[in-house]
């Protein structure tokens, strides 16, 4: 089965991941490939009996509560620390069993340990005092070296909060990294998956040296990583801290990482000035493109949002991806495909969203203070 897949991804990046074109040259080849249907691979994808043996009874779409109406938390539904305490925890753990022995595969997984293993700064006994706005300016510093390519900050909120967890901190700092192109373009072959591994460990990395920057001058701060659940999910905070917009394949898609990005956070209660939500209008690019969609596998993207715990969102059929996602040890073939990640394209799509949208404004003509009926 693993033999068939991998002559499959060859075909797949063929087909899916071309070279490179920023510019003007990689924003037309961005909109084709928003329009034009690919022949996908791994179509129709047959699930190994052996993993699909066990599956629960539950399903994980009813889980995470697509269909739902009205609010409520998120449940752990997969990557829970221990797997006997979720319902999918046998599948989590077939997941071990896939490409055991990929060298790309350990490799990123001693160096993210290494990072994982690294203590945090002892806390200070007396708290630095700055103004709110130096604090949050302070997290440029970090960007500039490297540490992460983007940060945020917003007030804690306790929905983000997975049912029964809770926090005494006030604020979440949210870092994002970014995945190396042409190694996430690999998907699903462990080159990806190693990737992918790298960048959790830069994710960890970049959430213990902010702690241990607000420790070091007096201020608790509680680092929180990736891939698995800890108390609280990421994508809320982050999308309410300015990194971009929910893109169809369910992660953000921000303007200059694409949806090829991880995410850690810090929780602390030192004083921060928020960072703001931030619109580009990706959302409605999504509705009108249909890449990452014709990519996956497994047919999981759905073409229109679906309400998920009271509110109408983008969603990934867990269902259907889970399989897949457990066979190749990791996908990621929705992200890489997108034609946000391609390096240089997003600034220019940002900008023909912009003129779109102004020229639709200065066709609608000035608001009429007297029309009530708006």
């Known amino acids: 089965m693993l033999g068939c897949l991998q002559m499959q991804t060859r075909r797949l990046r063929t087909s899916f991941n071309q070279p490179s074109k920023p510019g003007l040259a990689g924003l037309a080849f961005a909109a084709k490939l928003a329009r034009m249907p690919k022949p996908n691979p791994f179509r129709p994808f047959i ?14 779409n009813a889980i995470n509560g697509l269909g739902e109406q009205e609010r409520r938390r998120a449940k752990v539904v997969y990557w829970a620390p221990d797997p006997d305490d979720i319902p999918h925890g046998a599948m989590q753990k077939w997941f071990y069993s896939v ?15 290494v990072i994982l293993d690294r203590p945090l700064a002892p806390l200070a006994d007396s708290k630095q005092d700055r103004a709110p706005e130096d604090w949050t300016a302070g997290l440029d510093s970090f960007v500039e070296q490297g540490v992460c390519e983007k940060t945020g900050v917003a007030r804690l909120q306790a929905d983000w909060f997975y049912e029964g967890k809770s926090s005494d901190f006030d604020w979440i700092i949210v870092l994002g990294v970014e995945h190396d ?34 420790r070091a001058a007096g201020h608790e701060a509680e680092p929180v990583t990736g891939p698995m659940a800890g108390a609280l999910t990421l994508i809320p905070p982050a999308l309410a801290c300015g990194f971009g917009e929910l893109g ?56 229109d949002k679906q309400w998920v715990r009271g509110e109408e969102k983008w969603y990934v059929d867990f269902d259907r991806c889970l399989p897949f996602f457990n066979q190749t040890h990791g996908c990621a073939i929705c992200i890489a495909v997108c034609p946000w990640s391609r390096p240089g394209v997003g600034a220019n799509l940002v900008m023909k969203l912009a003129r779109r949208a102004q020229r639709a404004a200065d066709a609608q003509g000035p608001e009429d203070p007297s029309d009530q009926t708006r």
């Not at 699930?47 to 994980?60: C, F, H, N």
């Not at 970049?206 to 920057?213: G, N, R």
């Open 47 to 60: 699930p190994d009996p052996e993993q699909m043996a066990l599956k629960p009874e539950v399903s994980g």
């Open 181 to 214: 192109y042409d190694e996430i373009s690999k998907a699903p072959e462990p080159e990806a998956g190693g990737e992918v591994i790298r960048q959790y460990g830069r994710a960890a990395g970049a959430a213990k040296a902010v702690a241990s920057w607000l």
């Open 99 to 113: 490409r055991p022995d990929a060298p790309a595969l350990l490799k990123a997984r001693a160096e993210r340990q």
């Open 248 to 303: 169809k394949h369910g992660s953000i898609i921000n303007p200059q990482m694409g949806a090829s990005f991880r995410l850690s956070a810090v929780l602390t209660s030192a004083p921060f000035v928020p960072t703001p939500h931030q619109e580009f209008g990706i959302d409605a690019f999504c509705q009108n493109c249909r890449v990452c969609e014709q990519a996956c596998p497994p047919d999981a993207l759905f073409a």
